[in-house]
């Protein structure tokens, strides 16, 4: 015995035509402005100046050479550690308040290093200026 056969459309299913006159809708496209430009500047500058700067600690710093590397590791580590909670933390707040509270503890770290009476008070410094670093960069451009 035959199977029984079925009955087949013969003509495609209809597609749903574009609606006329429907512009092309292209994902918005930002540039970075200059506010964060001059952060992320300061940022990356800040470890290139502190490396520059390491013969000169090491001679007017009265700690051994472990304390002056901790002044540039400080920084690096701290601003490398936190490089994904920094963005999440972004994402959910907000860029923008992210970036001015990383401004305001990058410059606290640089204000207490500047009156620092000693190298542990340095190496702190340095490591507030590291977590405030890391959020003044992001992690990509949208």
């Not at 992210?98 to 503890?105: I, N, P, T």
Request: glycine residues 10%; aromatic residues 4%; positive net charge.
């Amino acid at each position: 015995m035959a199977p029984p056969t079925r009955n087949l459309p013969t003509t495609p299913p209809a597609t749903k035509p574009p609606a006329p006159n429907t512009p092309h809708i292209k994902a918005p496209t930002r540039q970075p402005s200059p506010v964060m430009c001059l952060c992320v500047t300061l940022v990356v500058g800040m470890v290139s100046a502190v490396n520059l700067a390491i013969p000169a600690l090491s001679r007017s710093a009265p700690g051994s050479a472990e304390s002056v590397m901790w002044v540039v590791d400080g920084y690096v580590v701290f601003f490398a550690c936190l490089l994904i909670p920094g963005g999440a933390l972004a994402d959910r707040l907000g860029r923008k308040p992210v970036l001015a509270a990383g401004m305001g503890l990058f410059t606290a770290g640089c204000v207490v290093c500047a009156v620092a009476p000693g190298i542990g008070t340095v190496i702190a410094g340095r490591v507030v200026s590291g977590v405030g670093a890391r959020r003044c960069c992001r992690r990509r451009w949208p």
